[in-house]
């Protein structure tokens, strides 16, 4: 048994050095994933506050609201912010068999 205790010692070291090198890469990648989801949620409030700007603008000035105003703008590419982040949380629907 006490051929083991080196054995057991070293396997336990290498196995937390890789669990350790697993979460600090887990942590990176949802890090990236929520500060990207951020920063296009604040782009897309910015681009939305511009736009009730303008509209008030318009309103105020007693003028009719040109029609792309009124339109909601998407992100580039269609996707919506957040829904990358968003699908990850989703819980998963269970099937019935």
Known sequence: MAELDPLLSS????L???MEAVVRGAV???TR????VFLR????????AESL????????AG??????????QD???GECPGSRLHSLLLPVPLTQA
């Open 11 to 14: 396997f336990q070291s290498q």
């Open 16 to 18: 937390s050095e890789v």
């Open 28 to 30: 990176l990648e949802v």
């Open 33 to 36: 994933l929520v500060e990207d």
């Open 41 to 48: 949620e604040v782009r897309r409030r910015r681009r939305e």
């Open 53 to 60: 700007r303008r509209r008030l603008r318009w309103t105020e």
């Open 63 to 72: 003028r009719d609201i040109p029609e792309e105003s009124l339109q909601d």
């Open 75 to 77: 992100p580039p590419g």
